[in-house]
């Protein structure tokens, strides 16, 4: 019994990286008692956890997209940088366009270029203001599209630091079901 439960909350862990919008659905099926749910969130905490140099040279890379930002009109710089499911790390920076509707979040254009660059899953997103800004309402949608509950690493230029995640940042998110 306790090999089937190790396999079970291991799979779980697994298809919820890859697939974050199933994992709901099946609690609500199969509802587990608290032991199982912490042995899971230990599992998955263990899978998706990132080593210290990994976060270092993300959020190192965040703050490196500085000088390509290009921000005429707010002056307020943000850049990112992607961590890739094969350790590939993936900037971006915010592009200003006078209609200000066009203009892209560096959230969206590390994204994006990340997904056109090959990336499968990507593990983390960071962050990198003036102030510890998180991303915005738009971004928060597309990252948890895109990439399901990641850890978020919010920096600034003066060395402060925050941790956060999709999930916290968007509770409740919209979620399409894939066929």
């Known amino acids: ?10 799979s779980l862990a697994v ?9 709901s659905s099946f609690f609500y099926f199969f509802p587990l008692n608290s032991l199982i749910i912490k042995l899971y969130l230990l599992v998955w905490r263990s899978i998706v956890s990132l080593t210290q140099e990994q976060i ?4 190192q890379k ?14 307020y710089n943000v850049e990112a940088a992607i961590l890739c499911d094969d350790d590939t790390i993936i900037g ?11 203009t892209e979040c560096a959230e969206r254009v590390a994204l994006f270029s990340s997904i056109a660059q090959g990336c499968k899953n990507i593990k983390a997103l960071a962050v990198a203001t003036e102030n510890l800004g ?5 971004c928060r949608q597309v990252i948890w599209e895109l990439c399901g509950d990641i850890p978020i690493y919010l920096v600034d230029f003066n060395g402060n630091s925050s941790e956060t995640s999709s999930g916290k940042l968007l509770p409740n998110a919209f979620k399409l079901e894939k066929e």
């Open 1 to 10: 019994m306790l090999s089937y439960i190790q396999n079970l909350i291991t």
């Open 15 to 23: 298809n919820s990286i890859q697939y974050p919008y199933k994992l």
């Open 56 to 59: 270092n040279k993300l959020t």
């Open 62 to 75: 965040a703050i490196a997209m500085s000088k390509q930002a290009r921000a005429p009109f707010s002056k």
């Open 92 to 102: 971006g920076c915010n592009i200003e366009n006078v209609s200000y509707s066009l």
């Open 134 to 138: 998180s991303p915005c309402g738009a």
